[in-house]
């Protein structure tokens, strides 16, 4: 590379074809060419992000006239119940309709995404539901131990009020230590 002599034998170069050379070797594209491609991905990086946002957007009236259609279909799905229990059945009936509805609207190269989407969140929701059930089951099944040793520990104290033996009074002291750890194994209560 050509360069200029400056005070105490320094070399200066021109700094555009050093950073060059550095960066890019001697055998890559010169710096006009550089910039030429980094103009050019610039472009087609902007064209790209501007084909993103028309497909994630769409006009406010476009917005309007989709959420008044949906609540009309909601309004038509609950009317179309009229005179039964609103329970968990017709609300899951008016969600399967406006999730059917919302696949019979979408492009058909979306329509798969959208029904493995909805599957997935039943399927999330469903776990949710077993590990409720799950929790609540044992629950049920500790309750059921502790009126049990309740019962026991009662039946331990009745006896000890007439019966003062050794025997009546080991009873109590059992069913007093089997009703505490009975207390202790409530389920979801952090352990010591």
């Known amino acids: 590379m050509q360069s200029v002599n400056g005070a105490g034998n320094a070399k200066f170069f021109d700094s555009r074809k050093l950073l060059q050379a550095l960066y890019l070797g001697t055998t890559g594209p010169t710096y006009s060419e550089a910039m030429r491609l980094l103009t050019l991905s610039r472009k087609d990086l902007i ?5 993103e946002k028309k497909a ?12 008044q259609h949906l609540v009309a279909l909601f309004r038509a799905s609950l009317l179309s119940r009229m005179g039964k229990i609103v329970d968990n059945n017709m609300l899951g009936a008016c969600q399967s309709d406006l999730q059917e509805y919302l696949i019979a609207i979408a492009p058909e190269s979306e329509r798969t995404a959208m029904r493995k989407t909805f599957c997935e969140r039943e ?3 469903a776990a949710g539901h077993i590990e409720w059930l799950k929790r609540r089951v044992a629950r ?4 059921a131990e502790v009126e049990e040793a309740a019962a026991r520990l009662r039946e331990a104290y009745d006896a000890a009020l007439t019966d003062k033996s050794e025997a009546a009074l ?13 207390g202790d194994a409530e389920p979801g209560r952090p352990r010591r």
Do not use: N
Request: no cysteine; glycine share 0%.
């Open 123 to 125: 399927l999330d929701a």
């Open 170 to 182: 080991e009873r109590l002291q059992q069913a007093r230590v089997e009703m505490q750890a009975v």
């Open 56 to 67: 994630q957007t769409v006009s406010v009236e476009q917005y309007r006239r989709d959420f």
């Open 47 to 51: 064209h790209h992000e501007l084909e």
């Open 140 to 143: 049920d099944k500790w309750h």
